[in-house]
């Protein structure tokens, strides 16, 4: 089983992003930027398949600037046999992005899309769901278990617990956090990586308009909570939280 | 305008994020109706106000999101925005609803400033951007903390069964562990009192419920304390985990990474307890402990009950 697995590049999750000073965006210059920490999860995940020997091939695909390939080897570094890059500088929305997906997956026919759940970017949760809509398969999202027999039995994290959902194959997953716990390459797969092949294609190749349809306004820092006080001791807590705060 | 909100299922009773959702489709403005997927809840969707009409939908007892995406792509004409909670299920449905329709799918929405433009926070609540759509239909989940649900009653909306939609057939239900509630649900409580890493084992995770319980609280987590399983997955508060806006949350031995803070620093009142006097949780807290877990939280129990 052939799996396609798509990584974007993002601001790394420890970096405390700043609101740029005219309300376009935030910073990205000479900003650390890494693979979205759910995709990392897929990919491992990926990997593990290919591992067990229920995954024969794991191609790896990033939609984003030619500084992309950053992302991309490291998903070969990790595992995964090949990449290819979709050039395109600017924002890319979650539907333009499932319709560049959906293009790549009519050319590689693979059995298993595995991806994040959310990018740590947009927050937008959503592009597994929109590929699957489009392709018209099943999807299992927000997956911490993952089990292909005959179809593919997802486990997904859920308000209240957890639950099991079967799908047919082909089929889209989505990781969550507790999915498993992404390895770090070594140096010798990192430097077989280099020698792994990326595929670069225009958004134009796929015949996608990468337009966005949601027009940004203006990016806001968000109101500041002011620090409060220290208390001395739980007495000082309870009574301030009865006489000041007056929320017991 | 006329706008559709998914309920999320909750049994007989309609979920407070599914409430806030009704308020922000209010707020949009326009006739609101609600749908409802398997029989349970259409008589409590009918009494929240302002709510003009409740449609049912028979036989996905379960949300699978493929059936319910076809069902609400079907109802889709009749309307000119599609809402649910930003809870697990509507963001399972949503965006697939939104691709179907080829629109793209406004998640987490946290304002509304017209019928076209919302805001929606990015970067794990660091920034908050105002977004135009220009396509026709608008399809979006809520953000529950943002918006005061509507009250649970005052209304008396008229029941409709919803017209069939096709079942792909790609995927069934195979069961699932849903934890029995004896708390307060942790994004609908007055109260949350959640624990970290520094609670150090399952057992010792559990000394948090006599606090609750002295305040009616949900229990929350941070993800440390999930990873390290001392709570299940469900009690994660964060960019990934629960957003909630309580009254009071009392954050013990969390150091207030930008990911947990994401999802509570709307919270009216933070307390935090921590031992690392520099730990970055107490610049969000409005009254700050300085103490060790083990000993602050059997003191503040026994305080608690004086009255
Ligand atoms: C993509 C991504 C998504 C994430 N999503 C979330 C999310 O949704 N929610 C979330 O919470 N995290 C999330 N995280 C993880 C987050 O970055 C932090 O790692 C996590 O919040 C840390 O949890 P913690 O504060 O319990 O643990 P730690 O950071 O280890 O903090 C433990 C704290 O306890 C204190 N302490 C230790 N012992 C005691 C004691 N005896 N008494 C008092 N204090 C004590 C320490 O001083 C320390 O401040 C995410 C991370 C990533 C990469
Ligand atoms: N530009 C992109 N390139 C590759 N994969 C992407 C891109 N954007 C989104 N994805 C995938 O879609 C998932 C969800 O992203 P989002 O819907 O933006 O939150 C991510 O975790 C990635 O797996």
Known sequence: MKILVPVKRVVDYNVKVRVKADGTGVETANVKMSMNPFDEIAVEEAVRLKEKGTATEIVAVSIGPAAAQEQIRTALAMGADRGILVEHDGIVEPLAVAKMLKALVAKESPQLVLMGKQAIDDDMNA??????????????????????????????????????????????????????????ASLPNIMKARKKPIETVKPADLGVDPAPRLTVLKVEEPPKRQAGVKVGSVQELVEKLRTEAKVI | MTILVLADRAGAAVSQPTRSAVAAAQQIGGEVHVLVLGQDGAEAAAKLPGVAKVLVAAGNDHALAEPAAALLVALAPGYTHLLAPGSAMGKNIMPRVAALLDVQVISDVAGVEGADTFRRFIYAGNALATVKTSDATKV??????????????????????????????VSSFVGAEIAKLERPELTAARIVVSGGRAMGSADNFKILEGVADKLGAAIGASRAAVDAGYAPNDMQVGQTGKIVAPELYIAFGISGAIQHLAGMKDSKVIVAVNKDEEAPIFQVADYGLVGDVFKVIPELEAELGKK
Do not use: C, H
Not at chain 1, 128 to 156: C, H, N, Y
């Open chain 1, 127 to 184: 592009t597994g769901q929109m590929l699957a809509a489009l392709l018209g398969w099943p999807q299992g999202t927000f997956a911490s278990k993952v089990e292909v027999a005959d179809g593919i039995k997802v486990t997904r994290e859920v308000d209240g617990g957890l639950e099991t959902v079967a799908l047919k194959l082909p089929a889209i997953v989505t990781a969550d956090l507790r999915l498993n716990e992404p390895r770090y």
């Open chain 2, 140 to 169: 979006m989940t809520v953000r529950a903390a943002s918006f005061d649900p509507v009250a649970a009653e005052g209304g008396s909306a008229a029941i409709e069964p919803a017209p069939a939609a096709e079942d792909p057939g």
